[in-house]
């Protein structure tokens, strides 16, 4: 039986996640003043690209076609390691974020080689500044989960969500607030929201994530986009476990809630969408230093108490 | 015991051999890899079962030198160093076969081969080594048969800076080493290591001081490792594969070795070793992302995991100082596996530079592209090699990162001391990472992908069968040992038991399974999801219509290869960035005009720490030595001054 | 058999003077450096014999004025060694010099040879005078043969009559002299103070009553002997006529004077220094010896750092090995080990070395060391010793240098020595350096071919007893034999 | 008898004084020659009683070397160099003579140091070490080739001074094997100088400083 939970939860996952750019179309254009998107949209695309024959230029070879299949799949295997509901997933275990973050890696490695591999030159221009924010975001974020794992005196996402309650909240709220904020901040930079990213754009040479995958179509594209909403899932169960310390003892009751956190979480970036204005590249790394010194400032603030 | 020697002979007499045919040089080549290859049967046999059965075996005969003895020991330690010599020496004579083939009749292989060997009879010999005479007549002659490899292309300027800087490093570093082990042994007859004793707290620490300048200039950690970048791309590429990936671990492995004859540590020096550690990794990875040659991004990368495995040592020492003997128990493991798979995915990366050195005659970024057309199974291992190098799974560089990091997370939940050093150490690792994989995503696609830049990289050609063979092989085992992590149990705790104290070896028994089996249970994870997204791919949607078009570009017309994203545009963010750090030297076009002409522009990543540090001192202590050379003046009348002056004095002054 | 070994070079070299006819004149040469290498052989078996027999080496006979302790045999059969080989190289020059005569290719200027019988004729006395010097137990005559040897060596030097190896010539034998004339002071000296007890300069009787030796007088000796011998062996500052010698002597010369004349005066400061020891001034000599030992080889880094000359860049070598002998036998204890087991192994490496430095100036025709590229390519087995002789001279194991250097650090570490140790460590390794930079730039690289060169062919016989030396060497590096270690160690008891 | 060797040795050290202020070559060389001879009658005078025949053989023998046959070696050189008739000194004479007390002061202050068992004559030590440094003067700072042997001759003139005061008894193959060194190192020396001047056109030992290792503006750029 207890097998069965955990396979809900990781398939409840899978098919949620194209939900989340619903919701954030929704609420941007209630900002916006228009009607916007159906909120299934992503799913009629997925299925519509599916269909599709992809067409691959002669500059291309195997690279490109593995690209969005190695990235798809890691992020369906980290999923297969992320807490649902502050709950353990089926496989959780010491260290375990450390493989998350690793597998992040190789995903964008993946994808970074497949951009490569099209010798166009706004695709590398792409690739060149995912790496670049990269290197940024992955020590905020390392840092953050250091800091959580010093709060929390726990070694797996799992044991520390599991700890992470109310009470902790109360002790700990300034610390645990900018771990908040800085992984919101990787959120936005992880997933090519506004304002590290502009997804929508029309104008490739501003565009980080969008324009190394201008060369796929059909299935491959479908498995992009699709990693894509699993990223953003990914990012948006850890906030949603932080700002949502579990209550109530019964796993449906636990599972309402993460997920209604999980929508606020999607309403939040839409918010975020709408109110601030993208920021020039140059600033990007700015931005991401600055979830680098909220989670620096979370640990101090642990380390001297 | 017996069959390593039997290998060291084995491997020396194939030296001769080699040298014998030198005028013939298939023959030579024959000679040579067969040797290596055998030996390496013979020796990897002996280590594994070492490793296996977890003891020691030990033999001492007497030697006529002074403080000499024929001493050897193989313990899990040694045996856990020699594996990787083994299997890389052996297999890297394989792939040398197919890339010195072309070399025949212009550079001497029957000199090379004999180089070869000796550098593997002499690496064999450093690692069970018992006596510090036997260590340094190994560790010397191993800089010496180096040497003359890094000179193989002699003719070029390049290849003697090189190999000057490597010479020079290597004879600091000796000796310091000298110094250290008289000191180590200062009240034994012979220099045995069995009959060292600890020596008191300033001792100990001047001794670690020494060895970490001596095995530090060895093992390349940052600011000692100017020879490092230079010397690699130098070499022929399976002796690059070799030096980078086994023969830089002596100095490791000679620091460990010190470390347990000097007794209770003190803390510093764990502090020391994981600021040097994390200052290396760091600025390894960096400097790796601003290079414009492939083999000199693996040779900084290469830097990048010495830094990796020093920082935990460093972390591992700084924990057993407060005793955190668990957290030092995975630091030491995740040192030691780090140890065993860098080797692995460094060989393989540099046969892959190799192979395409020698199929496009050229190993700069900017001159090459679009090789995965010409050699898809090159591409397909180099680019296994270099996820392995950035720690992704499910390849082997992850499993040791992976321990470092839960030893570093042990720590942060520990005393803030403890918790300081875990931190450094991580972020060190997590910017480190983020960094080499910027830097291989940016190797292996100017290299690989896309569309090639110059003639000679369209007109490249695939490697033969026997380099294939080597690169093949190390891919599998990078693969497999993240795969089969468990399996790495008894090897590491048995080798962390003997290299860093028993007490360690028990703790690693209780800490390193678990991450080892989710390790593997992770990577299996991942490699049956990937299979199956890529068969439901294969399966489940339309296959793929291959249009004989370049790619759409966003419309524009006429797309050059030029026009591509290149080595230098890729790193350029990050490098513009930490420019304060890697003062790279640039001419940049000023464009006055409105109808400009043709514009060009360069960059040029300097050796920074070379520049800045080692050339003024030189140039400093040349100009001290020209000062002083006034007293060399050719005037017979003061010469004789001297005389009489100094004997006055001395009457004056004895009297 | 003592006499026999003296008197054998000294009637050859007398003999050399008659005999007409260069090919009989070099297989005299051949022959006696042979006969006295034989000699030197039996005389060693019956020693090494004797000492298996009795325990310990046998005694010198007391006022005997010729005997051989250990010391003395051991640089006796390092003479005799590198003269051997040493006959053999020069009958091969000889040879070639005969066939190119006159031409300087650095400025032109045109230069005659000595007459071979002069330069036969010396190199045997020279032989005849350094056996004697290793021979004497009366330390008057001891002083006598060291400065015969520099009389017949400086006919040695001038044997290119070009006004640069005149000058070297004038230098080494004013310098030189100087230099031993004040060793004779410290003779006289050190006959005054046995003049209580009437030792004389006898070396056993002094070393019997070195307790009734007076003490002031002693020291005043011993300054005056050290900076005499000093000046000989090529001790800082007392080293300046060494450079000019060694590179404008022919190559075998320089091999002799570096490998066994550089002994030669070594000995004597060891002598003395064994007086000193015995009348319990080991302190006082110790510390003087190691003082100078380390100025000299700061002394010669400095100078082989940005040398422009391959030859000098030798010699400035020896100075500095010279030093480290200095600080070994300074030092006491197992260092006096290292130091004789240094001395025996500079001195081959040394001469190997001078030897293939020849032959470079033969395929190269300049000693400038920015001139010689690409040796390798020109001269391959000439490159290969080239390299070899840096590797061995610089210590890189397997060599005797490379234990001695261990040995003497071993000990300087263990006494405490620490800034000593730390001084030697940075000077060796910015000699490594600047010595690397030297060998790789000549050796390696693409050879530049001048105008109307021709290719070269390389003389076997010139190369040849620097590889059998190198081979020696290497050998001592990976196994000291028996009789080797016993020589030595009886040796180290002498001092 | 020790009365008159002591007025020897005051002679000795006034040739000394003479030595460095004198200009002229010839002189030069007369007034070593001179010193020479005062040196082998020291001996005579030193020992106790009748001097042994044996010893007088001896000094009549160094006399003759030292009086005669160097002062002929010399000139010979000298003329055949054809040099000019000065020393040529490289220091002004008033310098000379400074340096000159200076070796003084510090031999007597040695010779305090190093009291002599036995001694019959005083001042032995100090004039012998004074007559050594008054050597070295002319060997450093005069210009020529021919004044440095003259001052290696006056070197070994105050070793002499000292040696032959108190070991007439040494054995007298030592002795002569000594002396034999002496007098060729004498004939060596006169062989270079003539080599010299055919070489260079004098034999001003500036010519001779080709050798050197100076790398004069090589360097604190």
């Given at each position: 039986?207890?097998?069965?939970?955990?396979l809900?939860?990781?398939?409840?996952a899978?098919l949620?996640?194209?939900l989340?750019?619903?919701i954030?179309?929704r609420?941007?254009?209630?900002?916006?003043?228009?009607?916007g998107q159906?909120?299934?949209?992503?799913?009629y695309?997925l299925y519509k690209?599916?269909q599709?024959?992809p067409?691959?230029?002669?500059?291309?070879?195997?690279?490109f076609?593995?690209?969005?299949?190695i990235?798809?799949?890691?992020?369906?295997?980290?999923?297969?390691v992320?807490?649902?509901?502050?709950?353990?997933?089926?496989?959780?275990?010491?260290?375990?974020?450390?493989?998350?973050?690793?597998?992040?890696?190789?995903?964008r490695?993946?994808t970074?080689l497949?951009a490569?591999d099209t010798?166009?030159?706004f695709?590398g221009?792409?690739?060149?500044?995912?790496?670049?924010f990269a290197?940024?975001?992955?020590?905020?974020?390392?840092?953050g989960?250091?800091?959580l794992?010093?709060v929390?005196?726990q070694t797996?996402l799992?044991?520390?969500?599991g700890?992470?309650?109310?009470?902790?909240?109360?002790?700990a709220?300034?610390?645990?607030?900018l771990?908040?904020?800085s992984?919101f901040?990787?959120l936005?930079?992880?997933?090519?929201?506004?304002?590290?990213?502009d997804?929508?754009?029309?104008l490739?040479?501003t565009m980080?994530?969008?324009?190394?995958?201008l060369d796929h179509s059909?299935?491959?594209?479908?498995?992009?986009?699709?990693?894509?909403a699993?990223?953003?899932?990914?990012?948006g169960?850890?906030?949603a476990?932080?700002?949502?310390?579990?209550?109530?003892g019964s796993?449906a009751?636990?599972?309402?809630l993460?997920?209604?956190?999980?929508a606020g979480?999607?309403?939040?970036?839409?918010?975020?969408?709408s109110v601030?204005?993208?920021?020039r590249l140059?600033?990007v790394?700015?931005?991401?230093?600055?979830?680098?010194?909220?989670s620096?400032l979370?640990?101090?603030?642990q380390?001297?108490r | 015991m017996?069959?390593?020697?039997?290998?060291i002979?084995?491997?020396?007499?194939?030296?001769?051999l080699a040298?014998f045919?030198s005028?013939?040089?298939?023959?030579a080549?024959?000679a040579?890899a067969?040797?290596a290859?055998?030996a390496?049967?013979?020796?990897?046999?002996a280590?594994?079962?070492t490793?296996?059965a977890g003891?020691a075996?030990?033999?001492s005969?007497?030697?006529?030198?002074?403080?000499?003895?024929?001493?050897?020991?193989?313990?899990?330690?040694?045996?856990?160093?020699?594996?990787p010599v083994f299997?890389l020496?052996?297999?890297?004579?394989?792939?040398g076969?197919?890339?010195l083939?072309?070399y025949?009749?212009s550079?001497p292989?029957?000199?090379?081969?004999?180089?070869?060997?000796?550098?593997t009879?002499a690496?064999?010999?450093?690692?069970?080594?018992?006596?510090?005479?036997?260590?340094?007549?190994?560790?010397?002659?191993?800089?010496?048969a180096?040497?003359?490899?890094?000179?193989?292309?002699?003719?070029k300027?390049q290849?003697?800076k090189?190999?000057?800087i490597?010479?020079a490093?290597?004879?600091?570093?000796?000796?310091?080493l000298?110094?250290?082990?008289?000191?180590?042994?200062?009240g034994?007859?012979?220099?045995?290591?069995?009959?060292?004793r600890?020596?008191?707290g300033?001792?100990?620490s001047?001794?670690f001081?020494?060895?970490?300048?001596g095995?530090?200039?060895?093992?390349?950690?940052?600011?000692l490792?100017v020879?490092l970048?230079?010397?690699h791309?130098?070499?022929?590429?399976?002796?690059?594969?070799v030096?980078?990936g086994v023969?830089?671990?002596?100095?490791i492995?000679?620091l460990?070795?010190v470390?347990?004859?000097?007794?209770?540590?003190?803390?510093?020096?764990?502090?020391?070793?994981?600021?040097?550690?994390c200052?290396?990794?760091?600025?390894?990875?960096?400097?790796?992302?601003?290079?414009?040659e492939?083999?000199?991004v693996l040779?900084y990368?290469?830097?990048e995991?010495i830094?990796?495995i020093?920082?935990?040592?460093g972390?591992?020492m700084?924990g057993?100082?407060?005793?955190a003997?668990?957290l030092?128990?995975?630091?030491f493991a995740g040192?030691?596996?780090?140890?065993f798979?860098?080797?692995?995915?460094?060989?393989?990366?540099?046969?892959?530079a190799?192979?395409?050195?020698h199929g496009?005659?050229?190993?700069?970024?900017d001159?090459?592209?679009?090789?995965?057309?010409?050699?898809?199974r090159?591409a397909?291992?180099?680019?296994?090699?270099?996820?392995s190098?950035c720690?992704?799974?499910?390849?082997?560089?992850?499993?040791?990162?992976?321990l470092?990091?839960?030893?570093?997370f042990k720590g942060?939940?520990?005393?803030?001391?403890?918790?300081?050093?875990?931190?450094?150490?991580?972020l060190?690792?997590a910017?480190?990472?983020?960094?080499a994989?910027a830097?291989?995503?940016r190797?292996?696609?100017?290299?690989?992908?896309?569309e090639p830049?110059?003639?000679?990289?369209a007109?490249?050609?695939p490697?033969d069968?026997?380099?294939?063979?080597s690169?093949y092989a190390l891919?599998?085992?990078?693969?497999?040992?993240?795969?089969?992590?468990p399996?790495?149990?008894v090897p590491?705790?048995s080798a962390?038991?003997?290299?860093?104290?028993?007490?360690?070896g028990?703790?690693?028994?209780?800490?390193v399974?678990?991450?080892l089996?989710?390790?593997?249970a992770?990577a299996?994870?991942?490699?049956?999801?990937a299979a199956?997204?890529?068969?439901k791919?294969?399966?489940?949607?339309p296959?793929?219509?291959?249009?004989?078009?370049?790619?759409?570009?966003?419309?524009y017309?006429?797309?050059?290869?030029?026009?591509?994203y290149?080595?230098?545009?890729?790193?350029?963010?990050?490098?513009?960035?930490f420019?304060?750090?890697?003062r790279k030297l640039g001419?940049?076009?000023?464009?006055?005009e409105?109808?400009?002409?043709?514009?060009s522009?360069?960059?040029?990543a300097?050796a920074v720490?070379y520049?800045?540090?080692?050339?003024?001192?030189a140039?400093?202590?040349?100009?001290?030595?020209?000062?002083?050379?006034?007293l060399?003046?050719?005037?017979l009348q003061i010469?004789?001054?001297y005389?009489?002056?100094?004997?006055?004095?001395?009457?004056l002054?004895?009297l | 058999?003592?006499?026999?070994?003296m008197?054998?070079?000294?009637?050859?070299?007398?003999?050399?003077f008659?005999v007409?006819?260069d090919?009989?004149r070099?297989?005299?040469?051949l022959?006696?450096?042979?006969?006295?290498?034989?000699?030197t052989?039996?005389?060693?078996?019956?020693?090494?014999?004797?000492?298996s027999a009795?325990?310990?080496f046998?005694p010198?006979?007391?006022?005997?004025w010729f005997a051989?302790?250990a010391?003395?045999?051991?640089?006796?059969?390092?003479?005799?060694?590198?003269?051997?080989?040493?006959a053999?190289?020069?009958?091969a020059?000889?040879?070639?010099?005969?066939?190119?005569?006159?031409?300087?290719a650095e400025?032109?200027?045109?230069?005659?040879?000595a007459?071979?019988?002069v330069f036969t004729?010396?190199?045997?006395l020279?032989?005849?005078?350094?056996?004697?010097?290793t021979?004497?137990?009366?330390?008057?005559?001891?002083?006598?043969?060291?400065?015969?040897?520099?009389?017949?060596?400086?006919?040695?030097?001038?044997?290119h009559?070009?006004?640069?190896?005149?000058?070297?010539?004038?230098k080494?034998l004013?310098?030189?002299?100087v230099?031993?004339?004040?060793?004779?002071?410290?003779?006289?000296f050190?006959?005054?103070?046995?003049?209580k007890?009437?030792?004389g300069?006898?070396l056993?009787?002094?070393l019997?009553?070195?307790?009734?030796l007076?003490?002031?007088?002693?020291?005043?000796a011993?300054?005056?002997?050290?900076?005499?011998?000093?000046t000989k062996m090529g001790?800082?500052?007392?080293?300046t006529?060494?450079?000019d010698?060694h590179?404008?002597a022919?190559?075998v010369?320089?091999?002799?004077?570096s490998?066994?004349l550089?002994n030669?005066?070594?000995?004597?400061?060891?002598?003395?220094?064994?007086?000193?020891?015995?009348?319990?001034?080991a302190?006082?000599?110790?510390?003087?010896l190691?003082?100078?030992?380390?100025?000299?080889?700061?002394t010669?880094?400095?100078?082989?750092?940005?040398?422009r000359?391959?030859?000098?860049?030798l010699a400035?070598?020896s100075?500095e090995?010279?030093?480290?002998?200095?600080?070994?036998a300074g030092l006491?204890?197992?260092?006096?080990y290292?130091?004789?087991l240094?001395?025996v192994?500079?001195?081959l490496?040394?001469?190997?070395?001078?030897f293939?430095?020849?032959?470079?100036?033969a395929?190269?025709?300049?000693?400038?060391?920015?001139?010689?590229?690409g040796l390798?390519?020109?001269?391959?087995r000439?490159a290969?010793?080239?390299?070899?002789?840096?590797?061995?001279?610089?210590?890189?194991p397997?060599?005797?240098?490379?234990?001695?250097?261990?040995?003497i650090?071993?000990?300087?570490?263990a006494g405490?020595?620490?800034?000593?140790?730390?001084?030697?460590?940075?000077?060796?390794?910015?000699?490594?350096?600047?010595?690397?930079?030297?060998?790789?730039?000549?050796?390696?690289?693409?050879?530049?071919?001048?105008?109307g060169e021709?290719a070269?062919k390389?003389p076997?016989?010139?190369?040849?007893?620097?590889?059998?030396?190198f081979?020696?060497?290497?050998?001592?590096?990976?196994?000291?034999?028996?009789w080797?270690?016993?020589?030595?160690?009886?040796?180290a008891?002498?001092? | 008898?020790?009365?008159?060797?002591e007025?020897?040795i005051?002679f000795v050290i006034?040739?000394d004084?003479?030595?460095?202020?004198?200009?002229?070559l010839?002189s030069?060389i007369r007034?070593?020659?001179?010193q020479g001879v005062v040196?082998g009658?020291?001996?005579l005078l030193?020992?106790?009683?009748?001097?042994?025949?044996?010893?007088?053989?001896f000094?009549?023998f160094i006399?003759?070397?030292?009086?005669v046959?160097?002062?002929?070696?010399?000139?010979?050189?000298?003329d055949?160099?054809?040099?000019?008739?000065?020393?040529?000194?490289?220091?002004?004479?008033?310098a000379?003579?400074?340096l000159c007390l200076g070796?003084?002061i510090?031999?007597?202050w040695?010779g305090s140091?190093l009291?002599?068992?036995?001694t019959?004559?005083?001042?032995?030590?100090?004039a012998?070490?004074a007559?050594?440094?008054?050597g070295?003067?002319?060997?450093?700072?005069?210009?020529?080739?021919?004044?440095?042997?003259?001052?290696?001759?006056?070197?070994?003139?105050?070793?002499y001074?000292?040696?032959?005061?108190l070991?007439?008894?040494q054995?007298?193959m030592v002795?002569?094997?000594?002396?034999?060194?002496v007098?060729?190192?004498?004939?060596?020396m006169g062989i270079a100088?003539?080599h010299?001047?055919?070489?260079?056109?004098h034999?001003?030992?500036?010519?001779?400083s080709?050798l050197?290792?100076?790398r004069?503006?090589?360097y604190?750029k």
């Open positions: 039986m207890e097998i069965v939970k955990p809900t939860q990781y398939l409840a899978l949620l996640a194209p989340l750019p619903g954030i179309n609420v941007k254009a209630f900002f916006a003043g228009r009607r159906p909120v299934l949209q992503l799913y695309d690209l599916l599709k024959a067409v691959y230029s002669r500059t291309t070879t195997w690279v076609r593995a690209g969005p299949v990235g798809l799949a890691a992020i369906l295997t980290s999923l297969a992320l807490p649902f509901a502050g709950r353990p997933s089926f496989l959780a275990f010491d260290g375990d974020f450390i493989f998350l973050l690793y597998l992040l890696g190789l995903a490695f993946a970074v497949a490569l010798g166009s030159a695709e221009m792409g690739a060149s500044r995912e790496m670049q290197v940024f975001a992955e020590p905020a974020f390392f840092l989960l250091a800091a794992a010093r929390t005196g797996s799992a044991g520390m969500f700890v992470l309650t109310g009470d902790l909240w109360r002790t709220a300034p610390v645990l607030a771990l908040t904020a992984f901040i990787v936005l930079a992880e997933n090519s929201r506004v304002p590290a990213d997804p929508n754009t029309h490739e040479l980080i994530h969008e324009v190394m995958v059909g299935p491959e594209l479908a498995y992009i986009l699709y990693g894509a699993l990223k953003l899932w990914f990012f169960a850890l906030i476990c932080m700002v949502l310390p579990r209550h109530s796993w009751g636990d599972t309402g993460f997920l209604l956190a999980m979480v999607a309403a939040a970036v839409g918010v975020v969408e601030i204005a993208r920021l140059i600033k790394p700015y931005m991401l230093i600055t979830a680098f010194a909220f620096t979370a640990l101090i603030f380390m001297g | 017996l069959l390593v020697l039997l290998s002979i084995l491997l020396l007499a194939s030296s001769a040298l045919f005028r013939e040089p298939s023959r080549q024959d040579g067969y040797g290859v055998a390496s049967a013979l020796g990897l046999w280590a594994v079962r490793l296996a003891s075996e030990t033999l005969l007497p030697w006529s030198v002074p403080l000499g003895s024929l001493s050897f020991c193989l313990d899990p330690l040694s045996a856990l160093f020699l594996v299997l020496t052996g297999l890297a004579a394989v792939y076969v197919g890339y083939r072309s025949a009749g550079k292989l029957g000199l090379a081969w004999a180089a070869f060997n000796t550098l009879a690496m064999v010999l450093v690692f069970t080594a018992a006596n510090a005479v036997l260590f340094l007549l190994g560790w010397e002659l191993m800089a010496a180096s040497f003359l490899l890094v000179l193989f292309e002699h003719d300027a290849s003697r090189a190999g000057f490597y010479l490093a290597g004879g600091a570093g000796a000796l310091l000298m110094a250290a082990f008289a000191l180590l042994g200062a034994s007859p012979l220099l045995d290591f069995a009959s060292f600890t020596p008191s300033t001792a100990a001047a001794i001081l020494l060895a970490l300048g095995f530090g200039l060895k093992a390349g950690f940052i600011p490792h020879w970048p230079e010397a791309p130098a070499a022929p590429s399976h002796v690059s594969a030096m980078s023969m830089i671990k002596t100095g492995y000679g460990i070795r470390l347990v004859f000097l007794g209770p540590w003190q803390e510093w020096w764990g502090w020391t070793l994981l600021a040097a550690g200052v290396s990794c760091v600025l390894g990875a960096l400097f790796a992302l601003a290079q414009h492939l083999k000199r040779a990368s290469s830097i995991n830094g990796i020093l920082a935990a040592v972390l591992g700084v057993a100082a407060h005793n003997d668990r030092a128990a995975l630091a040192a030691l596996l780090h140890v798979n860098h080797s692995l995915f460094k060989g393989l990366l540099f046969m892959g190799g192979a395409v050195l496009a005659g050229t190993a700069e970024l001159a090459l592209g679009g090789l995965a057309k010409k050699m898809p090159t397909l291992l180099f680019i296994a090699g270099a996820a190098a720690a992704l799974p499910p390849f082997n560089g992850f499993a040791g990162e992976f470092v990091y839960l030893g570093a942060i939940s520990s005393y803030p001391a403890v918790a300081l050093a875990g931190v450094l150490a991580g060190s690792l910017v480190a990472g983020a960094l994989a830097a291989f995503a190797a292996a696609g100017a290299a690989f992908l896309g830049r110059t003639e000679r990289a007109a490249a050609h490697p069968g026997l380099m294939l063979f690169m891919g599998a085992l990078c693969l497999a040992v993240c795969a089969a992590a399996l790495l149990l590491l705790v962390v038991g003997a290299g860093f104290g028993g007490g360690f028990a703790a690693a028994a209780l800490e399974p678990g991450p089996v989710y390790i593997s992770g299996l994870l991942l490699a049956a999801v199956i997204a890529a068969v791919r294969r399966s489940m949607f296959a793929a219509r291959t249009a004989d078009v370049p790619t759409w570009d966003c419309g017309a006429a797309p050059t290869a030029r026009m591509q290149g080595a230098s545009s890729f790193a350029q963010p990050l490098t513009d960035f420019q304060p750090v890697l001419q940049y076009p000023v464009i006055a409105y109808f400009p002409g043709k514009a522009f360069s960059t040029e300097q720490v520049n800045a540090v080692y050339a003024p001192a140039a400093r202590i040349r100009d001290l030595a020209y000062r002083f050379s006034w060399q003046h050719g005037r010469y004789i001054m005389i009489v002056v100094t004997l006055l004095g001395l009457l002054w004895k | 058999m003592i006499k026999a070994l008197l054998l070079p000294l009637a050859a070299g007398l003999l050399s008659l007409r006819g090919l009989a070099r297989s005299l040469l022959w006696t450096a042979r006969g006295h290498a034989l000699l052989a039996l005389l060693l078996y019956t020693f090494v014999s004797a000492r009795l325990g310990s046998p010198p006979v007391p006022g005997e051989y302790d010391l003395g045999l051991l640089f006796l059969c390092t003479t005799s060694a590198l003269f051997l080989g040493a053999h190289y020069a009958v020059y000889l040879a070639s010099e005969k066939r190119n005569p006159g031409e300087d400025d032109g200027f045109i230069f005659n040879n007459p071979e019988t004729g010396c190199l045997l020279f032989l005849a005078a350094m056996t004697a010097v021979a004497s137990r009366h330390l008057g005559l001891l002083w006598a043969f060291v400065e015969a040897t520099t009389l017949l060596s400086a006919p040695l030097i001038y044997f009559r070009h006004k640069r190896s005149l000058e070297a010539t004038w080494y004013l310098i030189c002299s230099g031993i004339a004040l060793a004779l002071m410290g003779n006289l050190l006959g005054a103070a046995g003049l007890s009437g030792a300069l006898d056993g009787g002094l019997a009553g070195a307790d009734l007076d003490k002031p007088l002693l020291k005043a011993f300054l005056f002997l050290f900076v005499g011998y000093g001790l800082a500052p007392f080293h006529w060494l450079p010698a590179s404008e022919p190559a010369v320089s091999a002799l004077l490998g066994a550089l030669c005066a070594f000995l004597g400061i060891l002598r003395a220094g064994s007086v000193c020891s015995a009348a319990g001034l302190d006082f000599s110790g510390g003087i190691v003082l100078f030992g380390l100025f000299s080889l700061v010669a880094a400095l100078f082989m750092l940005g040398q000359d391959y030859k000098r860049l400035y070598s100075i090995h010279m030093g480290i002998l200095a600080i070994g006491g204890g197992g260092a006096v290292g130091a004789l240094g001395a192994s500079h001195s490496v040394k001469a190997g070395l001078f293939t430095s020849g032959v470079v100036l395929a190269e025709k300049t000693k400038r060391i920015a001139d010689v590229r390798w390519r020109r001269a391959p000439t290969v010793l080239w390299l070899g002789g840096f590797f061995l001279i610089t210590g890189l397997p060599s005797g240098i490379f234990l001695s250097k261990f040995v650090l071993r000990e300087a570490l405490r020595h620490y800034l000593l140790a730390g001084v030697f460590l940075v000077f060796l390794a910015l000699l490594f350096a600047g010595m690397a930079k030297v060998f790789i730039s000549m050796t390696f690289g693409e050879h530049e071919a001048r105008p021709k070269f390389e076997s016989g010139m190369l040849l007893p620097a590889a059998v030396f081979a020696c060497v290497m050998f001592i590096g990976l196994f000291i034999p028996d080797l270690h016993r020589l030595l160690e009886g040796a008891l002498n001092i | 008898m020790h009365t008159f060797a007025l020897i005051v006034l040739l004084l003479a030595l460095a202020v004198t200009g002229s010839s030069c007034l070593v020659a001179v040196a009658i020291l001996p030193a020992g106790s009683g009748t001097p042994h025949a044996r010893t007088a053989a000094a009549a006399i003759l070397l030292k009086g046959v160097f002062p002929w070696l010399l000139t010979r050189a000298r055949r160099s054809g040099a000019r008739k000065d020393v040529e000194p490289l220091i002004t004479y008033p000379s003579i400074m070796a003084f510090a031999s007597s040695l140091r009291p002599l068992p036995e019959n004559v005083a001042w032995i030590v100090p012998s070490l007559t050594i440094f008054t070295f003067l002319l060997i450093t700072t005069r210009s020529k080739a021919i004044t440095q042997v003259l001052g290696y001759l006056v070197i070994e003139n105050g070793i001074i000292f040696g032959l005061a070991f007439v008894e054995p007298l002795e002569l094997a000594i002396l034999l060194d007098f060729v190192a004498v004939f060596v100088i003539f010299i001047s055919r070489e260079f056109d034999i001003d030992t500036a010519e001779l080709e050197s290792d100076w004069r503006g090589e604190g």
